[in-house]
């Protein structure tokens, strides 16, 4: 059985995070091509630090239990839509199988065609997250994440990755792609965390790489 997180749309005056616009569309943004998925070789890992890493193919995804969250959704680029229904597998369940480790305090989320983005563990592990499989009843479309994304509906949506592929804890934070170029590393939509100064260098992104490495 399915279990629901509601928000009453009622509410929307309180919902709108300043300097937002409310859509009943459902924008299509991101940066390079949609990628092509082949479920058959499809899979999700999580790793890094934790007791117990694990890979799950597609179906064994599918097969796992799953909620549905009633949320609303904020893009940095200034467009939010209230009242989404998401149905997938929660984050948190994946969190316990893999036994996160006393050290882990921030996630790197990995995704198809390179794309990462960063996330405190404070903020990953909720139990409005969600490996989306599902958008107000129907599948993800490819546009939209198909196969699976990630749902952070507390964040802007950059954080809520497309095409996810995994869940690597770390020690020490890591900036993902977009947060290398600029956007700010939490993005809180309440605090208008949208950008947090110059992007980082080569360098310096490196040296964040290696330091989150250590001890994994």
């Known amino acids: 059985m399915l279990k629901h ?22 924008p299509v943004l991101h940066y390079g091509d949609v990628p092509r998925v082949d479920t058959q070789g499809w899979t999700f890992t999580v790793s890094g630090a934790v007791d117990r890493p694990f890979t799950l193919s ?78 107000d009843g129907e599948w993800l479309t490819p546009e939209h994440g198909w196969p699976a994304r990630l749902l952070v509906p507390h964040l802007y949506l950059w954080k809520s990755a497309k095409w996810v592929r995994g869940l690597e804890l770390l020690e020490q934070d890591m900036p993902g792609f977009w947060e290398q170029n600029g956007y700010h590393m939490r993005g809180d939509p309440w605090l208008e965390q949208r950008y947090g100064g110059r992007g980082l260098t080569q360098h310096e992104i490196n040296r964040l790489r290696n330091m989150s490495k250590k001890g994994v």
């Open 5 to 26: 997180t509601v928000l009453q749309d009622s509410a929307a005056p309180d919902r709108l995070p300043p300097g937002q616009v409310v859509t009943t569309k459902w």
């Open 58 to 135: 597609y179906g064994a995804l599918l097969a796992l239990p799953r909620k549905s969250v009633r949320c609303d959704m904020h893009c940095v680029t200034r467009w939010s839509r209230l009242g989404n229904t998401f149905e997938g597998v929660a984050v948190q369940l994946l969190l316990e199988r893999a036994g996160v480790r006393a050290d882990a305090q921030y996630c790197l989320v990995l995704a198809e065609q390179g794309f990462t983005t960063n996330l405190p563990l404070t903020d990953l592990d909720r139990p409005d997250n969600l490996i989306a499989l599902k958008h």
